[in-house]
Nanobody, 114 residues
Framework: QVQLVESGGGLVQAGGSLRLSCAAS????????MAWYRQAPGKQREAVAI???????NYADSVKGRFTISRDNAKNTVYLQMNSLKPEDTAAYYC????????WGQGTQVTVSS
């Protein structure tokens, strides 16, 4: 059974940094797309950053220049380096991977205090 296990969330002051990790366990096979989404209370889930197998990335306008997505294909792991965090970045962050089917992580909370 495939599971996505996230880590790295927490409480940080505005201007600080956090690094999220998400590792796939089980026989997931070849992973095409990896991504991070987030959902704040009362809001819809939104895409934050995506990375393709070849390393092409795309970011939401709100995080461009502050967040960096990367992946380690050998470890079936995706990372999100978050710098210059703002209170509006507060949300539950979910990793997402697409292999033969899509998979979601359980979510990790990021809280940025002002």
């Amino acid at each position: 059974q495939v599971q996505l296990v996230e880590s790295g969330g927490g409480l940080v002051q505005a201007g600080g940094s956090l690094r999220l990790s998400c590792a796939a366990s089980g026989s997931i096979g070849s992973i095409n797309l990896m991504a991070w989404y987030r959902q704040a209370p009362g809001k819809q889930r939104e895409a934050v950053a995506i990375i393709t197998t070849s390393g092409i990335t795309n970011y939401a306008d709100s995080v461009k220049g502050r967040f960096t997505i990367s992946r380690d294909n050998a470890k079936n792991t995706v990372y999100l380096q978050m710098n210059s965090l703002k209170p509006e970045d507060t949300a539950a962050y979910y990793c997402y991977m697409v292999a033969l089917r899509p998979y979601w992580g359980q979510g990790t909370q990021v809280t940025v205090s002002s």
